[in-house]
T-cell receptor, first 112, second 116 residues
Framework: KQEVTQIPAALSVPEGENLVLNCSFT??????LQWFRQDPGKGLTSLLL?????REQTSGRLNASLDKSSGRSTLYIAASQPGDSATYLC???????????FGPGTRLSVLP | DAGVIQSPRHEVTEMGQEVTLRCKPI?????LFWYRQTMMRGLELLIY????????DSGMPEDRFSAKMPNASFSTLKIQPSEPRDSAVYFC??????????????FGSGTQLSVL
């Protein structure tokens, strides 16, 4: 059974810092991995999807990398802003591509 | 498109009552998912459909839970009878499918269920 952990559980940083959020998963037989953002009281928003054949994906200030063999993914946030404050969750899928298993999330606070 | 639409946003009910949660996926999306989120267990997949057919319901906790998708634009999750431990936020999500970026999940705003 796939198990996903995220480190750190919470992070508080001043505005402008570059951040790295970590995600580890136990079963490397994944189809793809998504990073999501969740604001309090809201649903999840997909930020980046990395296919198993890819090493990384970029969107604006966000860059996600995937090392499938070691069961790790990182989300890099450049020049953090207060609007980035949210919980970030990673979710690898099984080999069929549809069963996403979510990590517990990293709660990020970016202070102005 | 208005995104994934869930109703109601909040539901408060008494133990033993039937609860029905509703979801309208994004038009053209072939996959629909029901998730439950709690502080203790995080986000868990309950069931998902492909082209209105249930594919994996192994996450449905008990026979008290049932889900249907009568057509491509509507799904329901029913709990009968409801229990206090069912209190959670229930999310519906949909995806286009077809591999690649088509696997991106789009979530609704969720239904906050409180069973007293």
């Amino acid at each position: 059974k796939q198990e996903v952990t995220q480190i750190p559980a919470a992070l508080s940083v001043p505005e402008g810092e570059n951040l790295v959020l970590n995600c580890s998963f136990t079963d490397s037989a994944i189809y793809n991995l998504q990073w999501f953002r969740q604001d309090p009281g809201k649903g999840l928003t997909s930020l980046l999807l990395i296919q198993s054949s890819q090493r990384e994906q970029t969107s604006g200030r966000l860059n996600a990398s995937l090392d499938k063999s070691s069961g790790r993914s990182t989300l890099y946030i450049a020049a953090s802003q207060p609007g980035d404050s949210a919980t970030y969750l990673c979710a690898p899928t099984d080999n069929y591509g549809q069963n996403f298993v979510f990590g517990p999330g990293t709660r990020l606070s970016v202070l102005p | 498109d208005a995104g994934v639409i869930q109703s109601p946003r909040h539901e408060v009910t008494e133990m033993g009552q039937e609860v029905t949660l509703r979801c309208k996926p994004i038009s053209g999306h072939d996959y629909l998912f029901w998730y439950r989120q709690t502080m203790m267990r995080g986000l868990e997949l309950l069931i998902y459909f492909n082209n209105n057919v249930p594919i994996d319901d192994s996450g449905m906790p008990e026979d008290r839970f049932s889900a249907k998708m009568p057509n491509a634009s509507f799904s329901t999750l029913k709990i009968q009878p409801s229990e206090p431990r069912d209190s959670a936020v229930y999310f519906c999500a949909s995806s286009l499918g077809g591999g690649g970026q088509g696997e991106k999940l789009f979530f609704g705003s969720g239904t906050q269920l409180s069973v007293l």
